[in-house]
């Protein structure tokens, strides 16, 4: 994963409020952990259910992960946007080295789909490769400093962008907490 070098000023959580170009306000990143009621606030959520499921299940139920920010756009040839996440501030054991696996995590995942599924090798693996780009960048909040992970989408129909949100979704609030779990035994 590669760190990205333009975070456009979006360090420190939460992100400050913009003005669209409609007028409207994007709240931006707030905390949704700590404040669950505003959900409803991000407009982006109306037009994907299974990223409305990612955001509320990752933040609203206790677990290693939390969302900062989200958009979904549609273009003329694709489905495209990012998901920025990052391990919950009030758990420091889980680090800088550790965030950096977290694509190669995934997609051990997906290649344990394929098997399961009885898919050709690589499959999975290779579409979400092709859709998905995982990069890092520096984030603060809640007095520690640390990373958070960006992943955009570009995805030519909204049906393989609702797949990605659903793999994600799965694999952030079960299949790596599973794991880091058994890990600790």
Known sequence: ???RLDNNGYIDFPFSATRNADGSVNPCGFDLTLETGRLEEIAVLNRSVNLRRLVE???LQEGLFMT???DWQQRPDAICGFIDVAFRPDLPQHGHEEA???EASFY???AGQEKQHQM????LVNYARSVLDWSWSALRQRQRDYEKITIQFYCPQADDAEWCFDHLRHFLESVYPACVAARSR
Do not use: G, V
């Not at 050709?120 to 499959?123: C, G, L, S």
């Open 108 to 110: 051990r995942y997906l």
């Open 1 to 3: 994963m590669e760190k």
């Open 57 to 59: 299940e990752i933040n």
């Open 120 to 123: 050709p090798a690589e499959t």
């Open 100 to 102: 950096l696996q977290l």
């Open 68 to 70: 900062l920010a989200c």
